[in-house]
């Protein structure tokens, strides 16, 4: 019933947000006591120049897929969503129409003594979660950031969101580094090269495959006393730009009743993620990433837990062990524009996670994603275009492998409007 009460009320935050926005300075301004020197060295600052933008974008996507894939992602192409097995989900192909895509954002630049601040509220309507399958209120951005200091959700440094191809599918390649995390971060380095070290908000999720039954039983409750520590460096040329980014994280589980196992214990994440953009010409770009890593597979775009179990024979007092799950993932894709608001991008991405020997034999493996397309935007605020999409699905020892074919029809018109400024 909260929940339910929650999900009403988030339009009428998003537009009380945005209104906000807009008065609040004016508002701030006519409401405030302080004296009146102190109000004309605020309006010395520059207040003048502000700038306010709103954009968003109207989606609709209809498409085709070939097999029943699982009912809450019927619109997008995530090969960890593929049956499992004979007939999980049904048999034969299905129609879908989606306009979940569709997105909603503000964004402010306002002039202070201490640098400009920038802003950025977005959200779309792709549920996830809880909410999964459902055409409701997503959080994207809720980020700000002055000088070399920012606080908020935004794209967490260990993920390069450039190497995301200009597809028509949402959810994007499996294989990518991607997660918007609540974060505080450091820029010391800006623009086409830059440095960024954030602390991000931790989290984890666990696989525990044969003994799920067993460890139902046991209270383990997961902790994570350390936020997760990232940071990326991109060097920038005429050419593109090459970057390195990395991971570190502490994971811990702790066991509330030891009267007979003890099954506490802790582990340490990390990850490295090597990406880059090569022009080719004037009119084509190639997107690239490889990562490697352990224990990170929350910041994947389309992977399964960050734990699995491990028995431990001969130890009676913890027969079991959580152990992070070591994954390799690579992103190869090319942009290429045919000029007269024609484009395509085509390309391949991979994930492969080395499983836990305890996990089911029908836990998720590997996953390979493909897509190409052909897009035309006849003026700079609409777009429509076709896509053809792969999916392919393998267990981990019960040698099961499926995959599956989409064809997506996208229709795309692009809305802004600023305010102040030159």
Same mark, same amino acid.
């Given at each position: 019933?909260?929940?339910?009460?929650?999900?009403?009320?988030?339009?009428?935050?998003?537009?009380?947000?945005?209104?906000?926005?807009?008065?609040?300075?004016?508002?701030?301004?006519?409401?405030?006591?302080?004296?009146?020197?102190?109000?004309?060295?605020?309006?010395?600052?520059?207040?003048?120049?502000?700038?306010?933008?709103?954009?968003?974008?109207?989606?609709?996507?209809?498409?085709?897929?070939?097999?029943?894939?699982?009912?809450?992602?019927?619109?997008?192409?995530?090969?960890?969503?593929?049956?499992?097995?004979? &007939?999980?989900?049904?048999?034969?192909?299905?129609?879908?129409?989606?306009?979940?895509?569709?997105?909603?954002?503000?964004?402010?630049?306002?002039?202070?003594?201490?640098?400009?601040?920038?802003?950025?509220?977005?959200?779309?309507?792709?549920?996830?979660?809880?909410?999964?399958?459902?055409?409701?209120?997503?959080?994207?951005?809720?980020?700000?950031?002055?000088?070399?200091?920012?606080?908020?959700?935004?794209?967490?440094?260990?993920?390069?969101?450039?190497?995301?191809? &200009?597809?028509?599918?949402?959810?994007?390649?499996?294989?990518?580094?991607?997660?918007?995390?609540?974060?505080?971060?450091?820029?010391?380095?800006?623009?086409?090269?830059?440095?960024?070290?954030?602390?991000?908000?931790?989290?984890?999720?666990?696989?525990?495959?044969?003994?799920?039954?067993?460890?139902?039983?046991?209270?383990?409750?997961?902790?994570?006393?350390?936020?997760?520590?990232?940071?990326?460096?991109?060097?920038?040329?005429?050419?593109?730009?090459?970057?390195?980014?990395?991971?570190?994280?502490?994971?811990?589980?702790?066991?509330?009743?030891?009267?007979?196992?003890?099954?506490?214990?802790?582990?340490?994440?990390?990850?490295?993620?090597?990406?880059?953009?090569?022009?080719?010409?004037?009119?084509?770009?190639?997107?690239?990433?490889?990562?490697?890593?352990?224990?990170?597979?929350?910041?994947?775009?389309?992977?399964?837990?960050?734990?699995?179990?491990?028995?431990?024979?001969?130890?009676?007092?913890?027969?079991?062990?959580?152990?992070?799950?070591?994954?390799?993932?690579?992103?190869?894709?090319?942009?290429?524009?045919?000029?007269?608001?024609?484009?395509?991008?085509?390309?391949?991405?991979?994930?492969?996670?080395?499983?836990?020997?305890?996990?089911?034999?029908?836990?998720?493996?590997?996953?390979?994603?493909?897509?190409? &397309?052909?897009?035309?935007?006849?003026?700079?605020?609409?777009?429509?275009?076709?896509?053809?999409?792969?999916?392919?699905?393998?267990?981990?020892?019960?040698?099961?492998?499926?995959?599956?074919?989409?064809?997506?029809?996208?229709?795309?018109?692009?809305?802004?409007?600023?305010?102040?400024?030159?």
């Amino acid at each position: 019933m909260k929940h339910a009460r929650e999900k009403r009320l988030a339009p009428f935050v998003a537009l009380a947000m945005v209104l906000f926005l807009v008065a609040g300075p004016n508002a701030l301004r006519a409401q405030t006591t302080e004296p009146v020197d102190e109000q004309e060295e605020e309006a010395d600052t520059g207040d003048d120049e502000s700038r306010f933008e709103v954009y968003g974008q109207v989606m609709t996507d209809v498409g085709y897929s070939v097999k029943r894939i699982a009912p809450n992602w019927f619109d997008v192409n995530r090969p960890t969503k593929l049956a499992a097995f004979e &007939n999980e989900f049904g048999t034969g192909g299905f129609t879908y129409f989606s306009v979940r895509q569709t997105r909603f954002g503000v964004k402010s630049w306002i002039p202070t003594k201490l640098g400009e601040l920038y802003t950025v509220f977005e959200f779309d309507l792709f549920g996830t979660g809880a909410d999964a399958g459902q055409t409701t209120f997503r959080l994207r951005f809720a980020y700000g950031e002055i000088g070399q200091f920012g606080a908020g959700q935004t794209v967490s440094p260990f993920m390069d969101i450039d190497v995301f191809p &200009n597809s028509l599918e949402y959810w994007g390649p499996n294989g990518m580094v991607f997660f918007r995390n609540v974060q505080v971060r450091w820029m010391p380095i800006k623009g086409d090269t830059r440095l960024t070290v954030a602390l991000e908000r931790p989290g984890a999720s666990s696989d525990q495959g044969q003994f799920e039954d067993f460890l139902a039983i046991e209270d383990i409750r997961g902790n994570f006393p350390l936020p997760d520590l990232s940071a990326e460096y991109r060097l920038g040329a005429d050419w593109g730009y090459v970057e390195v980014a990395g991971m570190l994280r502490y994971i811990e589980w702790e066991d509330l009743d030891v009267e007979e196992f003890n099954l506490s214990g802790d582990a340490v994440g990390w990850g490295i993620n090597l990406s880059s953009n090569v022009k080719l010409g004037d009119a084509s770009t190639l997107r690239l990433q490889v990562v490697y890593g352990q224990g990170i597979e929350n910041y994947m775009n389309d992977a399964t837990a960050d734990l699995g179990i491990e028995p431990t024979p001969g130890n009676p007092q913890a027969p079991i062990k959580g152990v992070t799950l070591p994954i390799l993932a690579v992103v190869a894709f090319l942009d290429h524009g045919w000029g007269h608001g024609l484009s395509t991008a085509v390309g391949y991405s991979m994930a492969d996670i080395d499983n836990a020997s305890g996990q089911l034999p029908s836990a998720f493996s590997k996953g390979q994603y493909a897509l190409i &397309n052909l897009l035309h935007r006849p003026v700079p605020n609409l777009m429509y275009g076709a896509e053809l999409l792969y999916g392919y699905r393998k267990n981990f020892s019960d040698g099961w492998s499926t995959d599956n074919l989409k064809v997506q029809l996208s229709f795309k018109y692009n809305f802004s409007a600023g305010w102040g400024g030159d």
